[in-house]
């Protein structure tokens, strides 16, 4: 039924003009997905607080509500399509009534891990891009058949979503960035092993992967109100600077069971790391931030590792983000573990010094579709040096690419070996003590692999290259004379 109702939002979607790629489709239908959840959630909270007797007041006011400017009904439960608005009428008050209220909310609210906070956020930074108002009234309507009632509801929408996420990583311009393989994340999940109690962070939450796994590996039938509060309010946090992957992320926590998502929209790397308080920091760090550069002069400044590559600013803020025997797992370029730039290496040791960096996951290329890049996961816990590191280098035995992507198959034997640190073909030990100590290259050269051939001197190989000319017309001239 849900998978149904996606493809009709995606094929009604098509037939406006606003509307270009994934990345619109993903971003228009969040927004009304929220509004919609947003009611239901409100209609449960306001059932609840009728059982005991209370009062509730809602978030919105209800010219506002879902169920009266969207989908208005009739007593059969149908919508009233005397009373709902559709075509130029339905855009004039989406644009200049609908938006500027929700807008307002985070104006009027101190607490940003709030949902009115959120909804404010949201509708700060993302604007309507339907321009047919029918093509609108058509969404709406199919939107209004999903029921948020139930967690196999949220559950079989929260997969679509994932979806439609993994859609945009595919389809060209920046989604890659809002897109982590899943199977990726679960392993990392695995090998840190959160409990419950423990806080989890992300500075670069981008559409949310590593904390709706995160929750998925630690909810439980047997946990106790308690429990259940502490996962929902007091376990996931996050922050994220983009717009469209914060309201992505938003989302996407909720339809995975997460009722007030505690992700702030702000640059995580414009705090100094100098100034991050214990109150501030985390049992764990699991993230996959941004490559390359882009960030602003003083914004290097807040580190002391000044660095044009914004992972290595991204890795020193996690490092002190973590309190003391804290775990982290980073996604991060392979080139890290070799670069002979300043930055590269200090931040090497400065990790090395402050953290055990206990497991370094080589990943194969191909496993970010369209990254062009290849990546390596840092497993490491705060607060004692590192003496020895267990590298693992996955090969799936087949090229990865979109038809055939990395699965949970692909990373079993990994997270069996890594508990004990076991050695095999595929995995090795390195001490630290080993290390050039001057430069601490970490290099990914596992030595259960069959030598390669050195490599011929490029004179060798001209040698080489005109003595097969020579010999190719030696028989080309027996051929012309047997003519």
Known sequence: MFENAFNNIDRAMRNDEGLASELDYAEQTSWLLFLKYLDDFEAELEDEAGLEGKDYQPILDPE??????????????EIDHALAMTGEDLLSFVNGELFPYLKRFSDSGDDPDTLEYKVGEIFSEIANRFRSGYTLRDVINIIDTLNFGSTQAKHELSD???????????????????YTPRPLIRAMIKVVDPKIGETIYDGAVGSAGFLCEAFAYMRRDDLSGEEWDTLQRKTFFGQEKKSLAYVLGVMNMILHGIEAPQIRHTNTLTENVMDIQEADRHDIVLANPPFGGGERNEVRQNFPIQSGETAYLFLQHFIRKLKADGRGAVVIKNTFLSNTDNASIELRKELLATCNLHTVLDCPGGTFQGAGVKTVVLFFEKGASTRQIWFYKLDPGR??????????????????????KKLSKKSWSLAVDALDQE??????????????????EPLEIIDAMLARDTETAQILEDIRGML
């Open 399 to 420: 090229s990865l690419g979109k038809t055939n992507p990395l699965n949970d198959d692909d990373l079993t034997d990994f997270v069996a070996l890594q508990p004990d």
């Open 64 to 77: 506002y509500r879902w169920d009266v400017w969207a989908a208005p009904k009739k007593d059969n439960g």
């Open 160 to 178: 679509l979503y994932e979806t439609r996420i993994k859609r945009m990583g595919n389809a060209g311009r920046n989604g890659g960035e809002y």
């Open 439 to 456: 430069t601490f290259d970490l290099s990914v050269r596992n030595p259960n692999a069959p030598e390669e051939a050195p490599l011929r």
